[in-house]
C-alpha cells in the first residue's frame, strides 16, 4: 500500500519560515518525480516545485523561485520543501505528490500518489 503523509504546515509570521515534510512508504522515493502542489481558498490547485531526483533536475512555479527549495532524501523516502520569506498569498493547503511516468513534470493530472495535505498561514 502507497502512502504519502504531509507534515510541517503551521501558522507563521509575514517574513518567516516553515519546512514542510512528506513521508512516504511502500514506494522508493529513488523511482518517481516528486512534486508539491497547494490550493487557496477560492482557488484552482496550482503547481508549486519539482523534482526528479537529488541532483537532478528541479522545477519551480514563478511565485516559489527565490525563496522555496526542494529537496528529497531518498534513503528516508522523504521530500522536503524549505520556504523563505513567506507572504500572506502563500496561504494554503500544500500537497505532496509521486509521479511514475516522465512527462510535464507541472501537470497535477500527470501524478500517481497523493498526501493529505498539510495547512500553512501566513499573517500579515
Known amino acids: 500500500q502507497v502512502q504519502l503523509v504531509a507534515s510541517g504546515g503551521d501558522l507563521v509570521q509575514a517574513g518567516g519560515s516553515l519546512r514542510l515534510s512528506c513521508a512516504g512508504s511502500?514506494?522508493?522515493?529513488?523511482?518517481?518525480?516528486m512534486g508539491w502542489f497547494r490550493q487557496a481558498t477560492g482557488k484552482e490547485e496550482e503547481f508549486v516545485s519539482g523534482?526528479?531526483?537529488?541532483?537532478?533536475?528541479?522545477d519551480y512555479a514563478d511565485f516559489a523561485l527565490g525563496r522555496f527549495t526542494i529537496s528529497r532524501d531518498n534513503a528516508k523516502n522523504t521530500v522536503y520543501l524549505q520556504m523563505n520569506n513567506l507572504k500572506p498569498e502563500d496561504t494554503a493547503v500544500y500537497y505532496c505528490?509521486?509521479?511514475?511516468?516522465?512527462?510535464?513534470?507541472?501537470?497535477?493530472?500527470?501524478?500517481?500518489?497523493w498526501g493529505q495535505g498539510t495547512r500553512v498561514t501566513v499573517s500579515s
Open positions: 523534482i526528479r531526483r537529488i541532483g537532478g533536475s528541479t
Open positions: 511502500g514506494l522508493p522515493f529513488s523511482s518517481f518525480t
Open positions: 505528490a509521486a509521479r511514475i511516468s516522465p512527462g510535464n513534470i507541472r501537470n497535477k493530472y500527470g501524478y500517481d500518489y
